[in-house]
């Protein structure tokens, strides 16, 4: 998918046509189902709503990026050394 | 002198250490605002009056007996609902935490005792800290003091309008996405987010641990230094924490901003979510007083705050749900149906979106950080001045960007100070923002503007 540069950050933005998948209600439910969420009807209906707000926030989120390329929230092993005295 | 429930830190622990305020009168002050006048402002989800007084009168006797005394020796203050304090209930405002009584402090919490610090209470925040304003949860939301119908701002609502108010002189809050700097801007005090990793964030309820910061709130920006100088230092017991050396932030209180450069995004304010003509002056009356120490003032350009958003809440609508699908799954009435709302559809966010956003949250830091290197400073106003307190549709939350997000997801600190006032009497905001670890500069050039200016003499009346 070739995206659009964003020239500020140099940082390559998500395709806009790739956003309009959003999942049938049907579709939502079976999720929800599978995440382990059986909801009364009303519920059910905050969800649908929410995610389509989730779906275009996430279609924004680039994707094209490179095998190597680490993500913020990454595994320190220094974290887990014994304290210092 | 004046009530002495209207002091900041710095004058009362002077006054302490010189044995012309007894802690007990000190407490007393603020006991006897709380218990008049919070009916007004439900900014106390606790009181802790009788542990209060137990503690002023320790801190008197300690006074008088020429012991050596802590940073905020006989100071009172309070914490948002969602910092752990052992013995004492702590809900998070949640019919999920109704019973919740800790066993043990938060460190921040551990740190204030062991400075000499008087716990009040516990203040109003939204529901976990992100769902809100809400009234089908466990207690009423707060209201800001310089108009009872209008918002707080969120989360820590209950911590600023406590300060503002004159029932406390300290608090701490946390910041997720504003949640600090968004009520002191609303209640025309100073909060700062700190540095990310600066402050233990351990025995604090988390909200998206990859964004979530404590710290402090109070009516100067010099009274939150001394707050810092308390909270700030590692702590291995939160895996964020930064081992890295605690400078005098109070000893950084120059006044001096001379030579001091000063960056601006106007893209943010003029075309992607632009100001009011009101909040534009008095953002630019505020550049003025700057320029008039002796700053410089340039355009900055920075990635989109669209892009901030997406990142932030992608990450964090997923980490909520990681903190509250068990409760989400087998009792979700017990919720408020705003946060329910923000944090449900994380259960449909999948690994790879998640990972793709924290990706973006680095390329995002990373842009924040090489426009930090070409200024001392970034300034803008950290919101408009507070709308009225009404419910809100829970989708604003995904619609509405945020000045505040973006240093949340570059982990910079940044502080929210009062920068006047709107011809309805509430406050104006000014943010100032800095380079990573460098929480002195942004604290200097607040306490230098509110010397320059006469903000800080003006209290709302109840």
């Given amino acids: 998918m070739m995206g659009l540069l964003d020239q500020s950050s140099g940082i390559t933005l998500a395709d806009p046509d790739s956003m309009t998948d959003t999942p049938s209600q049907d579709e939502i439910v079976h999720l929800a189902r599978q995440a382990g969420l059986d909801l009364p009807p009303a519920y059910l209906q905050e969800l649908v709503e929410a995610y389509r707000h989730v779906r275009a926030m996430v279609g924004r989120i680039p994707t094209g990026r490179p095998h190597g390329d680490e993500p913020a929230h990454i595994f320190v092993p220094e974290k887990f050394l014994p304290a210092k005295e | ?462």
């Fill in chain 2, 1 to 462: 002198m004046s009530s002495p429930a209207y002091l900041t830190i710095a004058e009362a622990s002077k006054l302490i250490a010189a044995r012309k305020l007894s802690p007990v009168e000190l407490v007393e002050a603020y006991l006897g605002r709380i218990t008049s006048l919070d009916h007004l402002l439900d900014s106390f989800v606790t009181l802790t009056a009788e542990r209060a007084r137990s503690e002023a009168k320790a801190a008197e006797a300690a006074v008088m007996a020429g012991k050596p005394l802590g940073r905020l020796h006989g100071i009172p203050y309070c914490l948002k609902d969602i910092y752990d304090t052992a013995g004492i209930r702590t809900t998070a405002m949640s019919k999920l935490l109704t019973d919740n009584v800790p066993t043990r402090d938060s460190h921040c919490q551990e740190k204030m005792a062991a400075a000499g610090g008087v716990l009040l209470g516990k203040n109003a925040t939204w529901e976990f800290a992100h769902g809100g304003p809400s009234w089908d949860v466990l207690f009423p939301p707060a209201r800001n003091p310089w108009n009872r119908d209008h918002s707080p701002a969120g989360s820590s609502s209950g911590s600023a309008a406590a300060v503002a108010a004159g029932f406390a002189p300290a608090t701490l809050g946390s910041d997720t996405g504003g949640s600090i700097r968004g009520p002191a801007a609303a209640c025309g005090i100073a909060g700062l987010k700190p540095t990310y990793s600066l402050v233990s964030r351990r025995g604090v309820i988390p909200n998206c641990f990859t964004h979530d910061h404590a710290g402090p709130l109070a009516w100067t920006t010099e009274d939150v230094a001394i707050l810092m100088q308390v909270i700030a230092g590692h702590d291995p017991e939160d895996p964020a924490s930064a081992d890295v050396p605690i400078p005098d932030y109070t000893a950084a209180l120059t006044g001096d901003v001379k030579g001091l450069v000063i960056g601006v995004p106007v893209d943010w304010l003029e075309t992607e979510s632009p100001l009011t003509p009101a909040t534009k002056a008095a953002f630019d009356a505020a550049l003025d007083v700057f320029r008039g120490l002796g700053a410089t003032v340039r355009p900055v350009v920075l990635p989109s705050l669209q892009q901030y958003d997406d990142a932030k809440k992608t990450i964090a609508v997923a980490e909520l749900f990681t903190i509250h699908g068990k409760d989400l799954r087998t009792r979700p009435e017990l919720f408020g149906a705003s946060l329910r709302y923000r944090i449900i559809a994380g259960s449909l966010v999948r690994a790879e979106e998640y990972i793709q956003a924290q990706r973006l949250r680095t390329d995002l830091a990373r842009a924040m950080q090489k426009v930090m290197a070409t200024v001392d400073l970034v300034m803008l106003p950290t919101s408009e001045p507070a709308g009225k307190l009404e419910p809100v549709p829970p989708s604003s939350l995904f619609s509405k960007v945020s000045f505040m997000t973006p240093f949340n997801v570059g982990g910079n600190p940044a502080l929210s100070i009062c920068s006047g006032f709107a011809a309805n009497g509430l406050p104006f905001s000014l943010q100032i923002a800095g380079r990573l670890f460098d929480d002195a500069t942004v604290l200097r050039a607040g306490d230098a503007y509110e010397k320059a200016t006469s903000w800080r003499s003006r209290r709302p009346l109840l």
